[in-house]
């Protein structure tokens, strides 16, 4: 590192790790460091509100917020399209600026969809992956009256594992307070055997699908979806007949980061402790971009932007790492919806399942709670 100027930390996208890693750098460093945060349009999204406005209208402000207001004042914003990266000369090009130079970069542009990899995915099914999509899929259910439904995972590792579980249990609710439960059948389709990722989880879900009469379909790897005919060909020469699909599409990185050479197929390969980025110097990545075995969540990226923000802090202030705040366990942290009001909790890491309570109202509470507290606390690094 060039001792000559201040420190360039610079941010690459503006969610909830990269908002947060921002934010414990600059209250961190003060003026020892310049911190430049680059984000595509400008917008912190609360992915999470996506799930509950394929069912009803939100308000703007549930759904994102400017991310100026949630950024330290010290923290230069720069809302502007990361183009191309260059290690080599520790740059990063902008599609309407110039190009940034950097002694740190932190890696946090998410993962994106990929609907084109399934033939007639995208014109055949609905997700509530993205804003639109969810909107698209609110007036997809509220047109429908009946018949079969389809809901599945079309490629792992996706976002939010829980979410296409807690959408399954949500369905259920929303059909019955319109009277089409009795006309409605419900399919789940899991490409693994059995309902969930992670078999503790799996074992509390199951027997919840069972009493709500929600088919599990297992080993379902979907191939294409014929929009015309109305029907899902798997991998396995099945086919399943629907009148409504909701099916996650598989995802991958940005292509700024496959196009830098910083990918191991589809994800930037870590130090599964450090984050930092594998054969690269002061690196690091966090969030759905990374190849890390544990889940693509939003408290993962909490979680994660704590270590390398101590890492970084570490290194400008020459000192040894913080072994305690400075290594990643695998820490991840969520509700998972289960209807009828009640939802339950998973918390977990690499070597420990989750060992989900029964479902209450309390934790119900505690996600509705959560949603409504996270734009004063977790951007700013207060939970």
Same mark, same amino acid.
């Given at each position: 590192?060039?001792?000559? $100027?201040?420190?360039?930390?610079?941010?690459?996208?503006?969610?909830?790790?990269? #908002?947060?890693?921002?934010?414990?750098?600059?209250?961190?460093?003060? #003026?020892?460091?310049?911190?430049?945060?680059?984000?595509?349009?400008?917008?912190?999204?609360?992915?999470?509100?996506?799930?509950?406005?394929?069912?009803?209208?939100?308000?703007?402000?549930?759904?994102?917020?400017?991310?100026?207001?949630?950024?330290?004042?010290?923290?230069?914003?720069?809302?502007?399209?990361?183009?191309?990266?260059?290690?080599?000369?520790?740059?990063?090009?902008?599609?309407?600026?110039?190009?940034?130079?950097?002694?740190?970069?932190?890696?946090?542009?998410?993962?994106?969809?990929?609907?084109?990899?399934?033939?007639?995915?995208? +014109? @055949?099914?609905?997700?509530?992956?993205?804003?639109? @999509?969810?909107?698209?899929?609110?007036?997809?259910?509220? !047109?429908?009256?009946?018949?079969?439904?389809?809901?599945?995972?079309?490629?792992? =590792?996706? *976002?939010?594992?829980?979410?296409? %579980? +807690?959408?399954?249990?949500?369905?259920?609710?929303?059909?019955?307070?319109?009277?089409?439960?009795?006309?409605?059948?419900?399919?789940?389709?899991?490409?693994?055997?059995?309902?969930?990722? %992670?078999?503790?989880?799996?074992?509390?879900? /199951?027997?919840?699908?069972? !009493?709500?009469? %929600? /088919?599990?379909?297992?080993?379902?790897?979907?191939?294409?979806?014929?929009?015309?005919?109305?029907?899902?060909?798997?991998? !396995?020469? /099945?086919?399943?007949?629907?009148?409504?699909?909701?099916?996650?599409?598989? $995802?991958?990185?940005?292509? &700024?980061?496959?196009?830098? @050479?910083?990918?191991?197929?589809?994800?930037?390969?870590?130090?599964?402790?450090?984050?930092?980025?594998?054969?690269?110097?002061?690196?690091?990545?966090?969030?759905?971009?990374?190849?890390?075995?544990?889940? *693509?969540?939003?408290?993962?990226?909490?979680? +994660?932007?704590?270590? &390398?923000?101590?890492?970084?802090?570490?290194?400008? !202030?020459?000192?040894?790492?913080?072994?305690?705040?400075?290594?990643?366990? @695998?820490?991840?942290?969520?509700?998972? +919806?289960?209807?009828?009001? *009640?939802? #339950?909790?998973? &918390?977990?890491?690499?070597? $420990? /399942?989750?060992?989900?309570?029964?479902?209450?109202?309390?934790?119900?509470?505690? *996600?509705?709670?959560?949603?409504?507290?996270?734009?004063?606390?977790? =951007?700013?690094?207060?939970?």
């Amino acid at each position: 590192m060039d001792t000559r $100027h201040r420190p360039r930390i610079v941010v690459l996208g503006g969610g909830v790790g990269g #908002t947060l890693t921002a934010n414990l750098l600059a209250r961190r460093l003060g #003026t020892r460091a310049q911190v430049t945060l680059v984000d595509r349009t400008g917008l912190h999204i609360y992915q999470p509100s996506f799930l509950y406005a394929a069912f009803r209208p939100l308000p703007t402000r549930s759904l994102g917020r400017d991310l100026r207001s949630l950024l330290r004042r010290d923290i230069r914003l720069v809302v502007d399209e990361v183009t191309t990266i260059d290690p080599a000369s520790r740059t990063a090009g902008l599609r309407h600026g110039q190009n940034l130079e950097y002694d740190f970069l932190v890696i946090a542009l998410g993962s994106q969809l990929a609907p084109e990899r399934i033939p007639g995915l995208a +014109e @055949g099914s609905h997700n509530f992956y993205s804003l639109a @999509g969810a909107q698209r899929l609110h007036t997809a259910l509220h !047109e429908f009256s009946g018949g079969t439904v389809l809901v599945g995972v079309a490629g792992i =590792p996706y *976002k939010c594992p829980p979410a296409p %579980i +807690e959408f399954t249990f949500l369905l259920d609710d929303y059909l019955r307070r319109r009277g089409l439960r009795s006309a409605t059948t419900i399919r789940f389709l899991s490409p693994l055997n059995r309902a969930f990722t %992670i078999a503790s989880a799996s074992r509390m879900i /199951e027997p919840i699908f069972e !009493e709500r009469r %929600i /088919e599990l379909h297992t080993f379902v790897n979907v191939a294409a979806v014929d929009p015309e005919k109305h029907i899902v060909t798997t991998l !396995e020469d /099945e086919t399943y007949d629907y009148d409504l699909a909701v099916i996650v599409p598989p $995802h991958t990185t940005p292509a &700024v980061l496959r196009n830098a @050479g910083l990918t191991d197929g589809d994800w930037v390969p870590v130090d599964r402790q450090t984050l930092a980025v594998r054969g690269q110097e002061n690196v690091y990545a966090i969030g759905d971009c990374t190849d890390l075995p544990i889940s *693509k969540a939003g408290s993962t990226a909490h979680f +994660e932007a704590r270590v &390398v923000a101590e890492r970084i802090t570490a290194a400008v !202030e020459q000192r040894p790492v913080d072994p305690t705040r400075g290594t990643y366990h @695998g820490k991840v942290m969520c509700f998972l +919806e289960t209807g009828g009001g *009640k939802a #339950t909790y998973l &918390v977990f890491d690499y070597d $420990h /399942e989750p060992r989900p309570p029964q479902p209450s109202r309390i934790w119900h509470l505690g *996600k509705a709670v959560l949603n409504q507290a996270y734009w004063v606390t977790v =951007p700013q690094g207060r939970l």
